[in-house]
């Protein structure tokens, strides 16, 4: 039988046997995915209405609110991953701060920032309830990792659009490719969580053990992958894995990530009970701001080398 990433029923995410599933996922996948989660369908449903509604509309109607380097949030359709440009655009929605950095709304498409607000506020509560389940595997107080998500966390949420494509690939192992087009190259989340809603057309991969495994979409689920954060914190013993998003020839492409991230004054390192005896930091301590800011510089445009979790090891 092909191996697959897991489903973990998580309506009870504080029992025994929930909290070792979702360990387990966590050491062997670094994915899985959630059933009775919390969050309605039919909030699902709206979003996954507004995504189709934005990129359906007229070019102009996206390109008023296409995103600066100064501003990441509105539309983008030239993101690079390992410094490919991706068959994609996208719509990110995240926190303002009274300045340059706002939320930006497209015009004429009613009932479209209702419905990704609210889908996003349902998303953030559920990755908290998330956060205590990681605390408790890691040996952590739930209490103090919440605290790097304040005053103000810098999680947001992506609407993803993958065109049809008249050059797929599929590069095999960790590779890029000349010849054809990938909506995303492989690649690891940068912050802690991320929380993807995908519509009923595969496309998204892990990789695990030399191989790339489809995570096919479940109705009513949604995947969980830990980023490099997590695996920062776990010294290892959780490691943020690969994936990428393919596209075809024939069928478009939606889904909705939720990068659930921390304030960008928080600092990270491995946790206490990560180390100890015969169990070394393995990485430095990494400020959130800075690893964010030059992760998006080389996936905006190639404003230098994409920063790794490499670059902080001991």
């Given amino acids: 039988m092909i191996e697959s990433v897991p489903v973990i029923d998580i309506a009870r995410l ?3 046997d929930t909290l070792g599933a979702i360990d387990r996922a966590c050491r062997e996948w670094g994915f899985f995915q959630v059933v009775n989660h919390g969050i309605p369908g039919p909030l699902c449903l709206a979003l996954v209405d507004a995504m189709h509604a934005f990129f359906a509309a007229p ?3 996206r390109a008023r609110i296409r995103r600066t380097r100064e501003n990441p949030w509105g539309y983008y359709d030239s993101e690079l991953t390992k410094n490919v440009r991706d068959w994609k655009e996208v719509f990110d929605y995240g926190p303002g701060d009274g300045g340059q950095l706002e939320p930006r709304w497209p015009d004429g498409l009613p009932g479209f920032r209702t419905a990704v607000e609210r889908y996003s506020d349902a998303c953030e509560s559920l990755a908290f309830r998330l956060l205590g389940a990681l605390a408790a595997n890691l040996g952590a107080d739930a209490a103090e990792l919440a605290r790097a998500f304040a005053p103000a966390h810098t999680s947001f949420l992506r609407l993803n659009h993958y065109p049809v494509c008249p050059v797929p690939a599929a590069p095999a192992g960790l590779t890029t490719t000349t010849a054809g087009h990938v909506g995303v190259n492989y690649h690891t989340d940068a912050g802690v969580l991320t929380l993807l809603l995908q519509d009923g057309q595969p496309g ?16 009513g689920a949604l995947v969980v992958n830990i980023g490099d954060i997590v695996q920062v914190w776990s010294n290892d013993m ?16 939606y889904s909705a990530p939720y990068f659930f991230n921390p304030d960008y004054r928080s600092n990270y390192a491995p946790l206490p009970s990560m180390t100890g005896p015969g169990r070394s930091p393995r990485y430095r301590p990494i400020n959130w701001g800075e690893f964010r800011r ?3 510089d080389g996936d905006y445009a190639d404003f230098g080398a994409e920063i790794q979790l490499s670059d902080f090891a001991t």
């Fill in 294 to 296: 030059r992760r998006a």
């Fill in 14 to 16: 504080d029992e025994a």
């Fill in 59 to 61: 070019a102009p109607v």
């Fill in 204 to 219: 998204l991969e892990v990789y695990r053990d030399g191989c790339w495994y489809p995570i096919d979409p479940l109705a």
């Fill in 238 to 253: 959780y490691r943020a894995a690969m994936h990428r998003a393919l596209v075809n020839p024939v069928h478009a492409r």
